[in-house]
């Protein structure tokens, strides 16, 4: 029996070398265990024990498919023996840690790591593998901004909630959540474009001159440009799978800005530094 997590790691390195079926055992404080989670406290001291007491006093509890390691280290934090816990882990190891805490409902004991390990990580700008990592371990641990930072992107960049491998993680839930989000947001635009079109019809001239010629161009634009929207493949329509909300909006951006009539010299319009900005635009 491996009495430390470095004697852990080179028992492991040796073993899965040799039978990759290893069978690791730890000894471990009932006390500490139901102290530090409510998942223990209902095996050991519930009505459903899973804790198999015999007639010794030593009792056994089976965990299967977990990272040795990685409940190495969460036996260790439990039982407060910090000196061997490393300060620095892989983003990896953090999500392998971050499941067995969710799992066993122990997150307060293994609060003073997280904050150890996560100071200095830099999360992704873009919508990856890494991003997931992040999503479940801010997730599992209440850190409310990595949380927001990797929501965004799911909610920015994702094309659909089952648009990616979830590598077994525990995420449906929140990525479930978050396409919802995403699905609203794009309806919001679309309903935007309604009002905006339905506006242009019933206004009197746009509102820089009052002109109804420029109104004119402007609905004319917003209309052959939501024609050609109506066309994609696949369409855009609920659930809006296979487009992001970054895609949207980037397409709304460059809807073509029309020749102001207002310009004598038929060029597009141009603002002075000290004058305001045009509103005959679509993205105005």
Not at 35 to 58: C, H, Q, V, Y
Not at 104 to 122: L, S
Request: with cysteine; proline share 5%.
């Amino acid at each position: 029996m491996p009495r430390s997590i470095s004697s852990l790691q080179r028992a492991l390195s040796d073993g899965v070398n040799e039978n990759p079926d290893v069978e690791v055992r730890m000894r471990v404080s009932s006390r500490h265990l139901t102290f530090a989670s409510r998942t223990f406290r209902a095996m050991l001291d519930g009505p459903w024990k899973e804790g198999n007491s015999s007639s010794r006093p030593i009792r056994q509890i089976s965990a299967e498919n977990w990272d040795a390691f990685a409940l190495a280290i969460v036996m260790d934090s439990i039982h407060g023996r910090h000196h061997e816990i490393p300060t620095q882990i892989t983003d990896g190891l953090l999500t392998r840690i971050a499941t067995i805490v969710d799992y066993y409902e122990c997150r307060q004991a293994m609060h003073f790591n997280y904050e150890v390990w996560a100071h200095g990580k830099t999360l992704p700008s873009k919508l990856c593998n890494a991003a997931l990592l992040w999503l479940h371990v801010s997730w599992v641990f209440h850190d409310e901004n990595r949380f927001r930072i990797a929501a965004r992107l799911f909610v920015r960049f994702s094309i659909g909630a089952y648009d990616f491998e979830t590598h077994d993680l525990p995420v449906s839930g929140v990525l479930d959540l978050l396409d919802g989000i995403r699905r609203t947001l794009i309806n919001t635009v679309s309903e935007v474009l309604d009002s905006l079109e339905q506006h242009m019809i019933d206004e009197d001239g746009c509102d820089y001159f009052k002109d109804l010629d420029c109104t004119a161009i402007v609905l004319g634009i917003l209309v052959r440009e939501r024609h050609m929207i109506t066309n994609l493949d696949p369409p855009l329509v609920a659930p809006f799978d296979g487009y992001s909300l970054h895609k949207i909006l980037r397409r709304i951006s460059r809807f073509r800005t029309p020749l102001s009539p207002h310009n004598d010299l038929d060029q597009p319009y141009e603002k002075d530094d000290d004058e305001e900005e045009h509103p005959c635009t679509i993205q105005d």
